[in-house]
């Protein structure tokens, strides 16, 4: 192995197997995942949940771009429906305009210094705030905003909204505080130590409507890890993404780390790759959005300080394989689930499925047969719904082209089996 010996102002490199090393490595903190409750009839938590959607009915939340700190509305303005109940506008909204993203840029840029400065145990602090907030007296409020503003059943919004936002922000301290007491090898003589820095500029957010969760890691991770963020969240998914916003700075995340930004999405690309302070995309959504972002930022490479880091999840098509030895009861329930939970607006999602030509007779019988017992609605007023509306109009008609024998939407399922 190497060891650093200096000598006088110089340093040259040498084989000590017996110097003692200076390397401990220590568990920062035990967490262990969220729990996922049940939301059984007489329950807590489903008392609590009934009790948030009340709170909901008919209301529709105000919601601004939060600039600096501060709240900031223009002339833009939108409105988040609810899938399932399009006269309910769930959510006020406006775009930020093309200045109002560049003076977000200035207010992140202006805190970066002093967030990336403080301690990472102190920025962890905040996310396992967020976390036990989320766990507790905000676990049904979030639930609910994600239920009503984008058709989530209960449990679909429990393992995303609840127990999977939870993780990450509890696993993601966690892991940034490991990461800090992952230090070089060092002996006697030599002592080596590494500083993790936040990049130089700021990372741009732009998270999908499907997951509640997603949002608030994309925003949340690269924060947490000492830099600055613009989050743009999914015009579909306003309402849930401003309840974790508003958690996070309750938890003590400072006004300026985390801008809140809602924009029109070329706009708001445009804009972020055409400023020299761009160092990151943390991006969840579409093939073609995410290739226009990538081509955009390789056509500006000259204008930046630092090369951008770019992370992107892509929807896909998946598929299942049955096998000759498998159960097929296990492989039907898998397939259904797959393919039609939360609409089949999963990244996933089942969409085709290769069976033996023995076993598909079969196959497609119990298919079909446990399709037809899937339950479509209102996912607030009944908890047994297995599904409802799909997000909005573009994606009703992307599942549905036209054909009688293929679709998902809130009038019921549908599915095209063929040999």
């Given at each position: 192995?190497?060891?650093?010996?200096?000598?006088?102002?110089?340093?040259?490199?040498l084989s000590c197997p017996c110097a003692r090393r200076r390397w401990q490595h220590r568990?920062?903190?035990?967490?262990?995942?969220?729990?996922?409750?049940?939301?059984k009839p007489?329950?807590?938590?489903?008392?609590?949940?009934?009790?948030?959607?009340?709170d909901l009915k008919g209301k529709t939340e105000?919601?601004?771009?939060?600039?600096?700190?501060?709240?900031?509305?223009?002339?833009?303005?939108?409105?988040?429906l609810s899938p399932f109940n399009h006269a309910h506008k769930v959510a006020k909204y406006c775009y930020a305009s093309k200045e109002l993203i560049n003076k977000a840029i200035n207010a992140a840029l202006a805190a970066r210094k002093e967030w990336d400065l403080k301690p990472v145990q102190d920025r962890a602090q905040i996310f396992l705030r967020a976390a036990d907030m989320?766990?507790?007296?905000?676990?049904?409020?979030?639930?609910?905003?994600t239920m009503v503003g984008q058709g989530k059943t209960v449990i679909q919004a429990e393992i995303d909204a609840a127990a999977e936002l939870i993780d990450f922000f509890r696993f993601n301290a966690k892991y940034a505080l490991e990461l800090e007491q992952s230090q070089p090898l060092s002996v006697d003589i030599s002592t080596n130590s590494m500083v993790y820095r936040g990049l130089e500029g700021f990372v741009a957010a732009v998270s999908p409507f499907n997951f509640t969760a997603i949002g608030g890691n994309l925003a949340g991770a690269p924060a947490l890890m000492g830099n600055v963020v613009l989050w743009k969240p999914s015009d579909t998914a306003l309402l849930s993404s401003y309840a974790v916003y508003k958690i996070l700075l309750e938890a003590g995340l400072p006004p300026n780390v985390v801008q809140f930004v809602p924009s029109d999405g070329p706009e708001f690309g445009d804009t972020v790759t055409s400023s020299e302070?761009?160092?990151g995309l943390n991006f969840t959504g579409s093939v073609p959005t995410f290739k226009?972002?990538?081509?955009?930022?390789?056509?500006?490479?000259?204008?930046?300080?630092?090369?951008?880091?770019?992370?992107?999840?892509?929807?896909?098509?998946?598929?299942?394989?049955v096998h000759s030895s498998a159960d097929l009861g296990s492989a039907v329930n898998g397939t259904l689930r797959s393919a039609f939970e939360f609409g089949g607006q999963k990244c996933s999602a089942c969409s085709r499925l290769y069976a033996?030509?023995?076993?598909?007779?079969?196959?497609?019988?119990k298919l079909l047969e446990e399709h037809g017992k899937i339950k479509v609605g209102d996912p607030t007023q009944d908890f047994g719904t297995f599904f409802s509306a799909v997000i909005d109009a573009k994606v009703s008609s992307e599942r549905a082209p036209g054909s009688p024998s293929c679709g998902v939407g809130a009038a019921g399922a549908r599915c095209q089996l063929s040999s």
């Open positions: 192995m190497l060891g650093k010996e200096r000598t006088g102002g110089s340093q040259r490199f568990p920062a903190i035990q967490v262990t995942n969220e729990p996922i409750l049940e939301f007489g329950s807590p938590e489903r008392a609590a949940l009934q009790k948030a959607l009340a105000e919601i601004p771009c939060v600039i600096g700190g501060e709240e900031v509305w223009t002339p833009t303005v939108r409105y988040q989320l766990s507790g007296p905000r676990r049904a409020e979030v639930l609910a905003k302070h761009f160092c226009r972002l990538w081509k955009q930022v390789s056509e500006n490479l000259d204008r930046y300080r630092n090369f951008p880091r770019l992370a992107g999840e892509c929807g896909g098509k998946n598929f299942h394989v033996p030509a023995s076993l598909w007779p079969h196959i497609k019988e």
